[in-house]
């Protein structure tokens, strides 16, 4: 596992780049200096894209432009793999359509699937179990990194 490679899904992504929720100031930044290695894949660019595009969100064509180039400039996006026999198993999720951050996730040897997603929270404890990842909500991500950053000053 790569410690700091991480998968963010759909909705931390909007709290990221749309709402500049500043409680995830620490990720963006990571994200931003190249600390972190964030990961997805084309079908959840593609979710990505169309989330973009709600209604209630109220984003003009230059603002849906603007924030997929930012979203493009600090997420690597991966190819679709070709399915494997040999890929470790994986928990169902409750949510199909959530699935495949687990898959990039065990694809690309992620660290950490940061979500607020109920459905993919309640498999923590299985990956981890597992070996797998971590799953964590955005507030435990970043009190994690101030922990360790806490940490290393006292030292």
Not at 25 to 51: F, H, M, N, P
């Amino acid at each position: 596992m790569i410690p700091n490679r991480i998968v963010i899904d759909t909705n931390v992504c909007l709290d990221l780049f749309v709402f500049r929720d500043p409680r995830w100031s620490l990720l963006l930044q990571g994200l931003q200096s190249g600390e972190l290695d964030a990961i997805t894949r084309e079908d959840c660019r593609k979710e990505w894209q169309i989330v973009l595009g709600y209604s209630h969100l109220k984003l003009d064509t230059e603002q849906r432009a603007k924030i997929g180039e930012e979203f493009d400039a600090l997420i690597r996006c991966h190819s679709l793999p070709a399915s494997s026999e040999e890929a470790l198993k994986l928990p169902v999720c409750k949510d199909k359509d959530d699935q495949k951050f687990l898959e990039v996730a065990r694809d690309h040897q992620a660290a950490v699937l940061i979500t607020k997603d109920k459905a993919l929270l309640k498999l923590a404890k299985r990956t981890r179990r597992e070996g797998l990842f971590a799953i964590l909500t955005p507030e435990t991500w970043t009190a994690s990194q101030l922990e360790y950053q806490t940490s290393r000053t006292a030292a």
